[in-house]
């Protein structure tokens, strides 16, 4: 078994890069692959509650952040300097993540098979 982990860093309406990661980390789960989520930059704003995409014309893909849970994914990590420098904490998030430091992203890549970066 393969452990890949998923680093996202886009916007999440910016561009489809999160919804992409969100296929990504299914299909993977689906193959009984292991796998880690690591949200960090701009793509920290995907987790934020109050979120209005129809106002950019975009679908709200943040119920299907749900779907994790079902495909029991559960190495889910924000970086905890992404979530500082946009004025956010976990607190505030729609999921529930672990805060990943500069030092538990290096174990998180150390461990992987391979790393897949959108």
């Known amino acids: ?8 860093q886009q916007a999440p309406y910016a561009q489809q890069s999160l919804k992409e990661a969100l296929d990504l980390l299914l299909i993977f789960a ?12 701009d793509a920290v704003f995907a987790l934020a509650a109050e979120q ?24 889910l990590y924000v970086c905890a300097e992404s979530l500082t ?15 990943a430091l500069t030092q ?7 461990k992987a098979t391979q790393v897949v970066v959108l």
């Open 104 to 110: 538990d992203k290096q174990a998180l890549l150390a």
């Open 85 to 99: 420098d946009r004025g956010m904490d976990d607190s505030a998030l729609i999921l529930d993540v672990k805060t």
């Open 1 to 8: 078994m393969k452990h890949i982990v998923v680093i996202s």
């Open 52 to 75: 209005q995409p129809k106002l950019l014309g975009q679908k709200d893909f943040t119920k299907a952040l749900k779907m994790l849970e079902l495909y029991d994914i559960d190495s």
């Open 30 to 41: 689906a193959i009984d692959q292991e796998v880690t989520w690591l949200i960090e930059g």
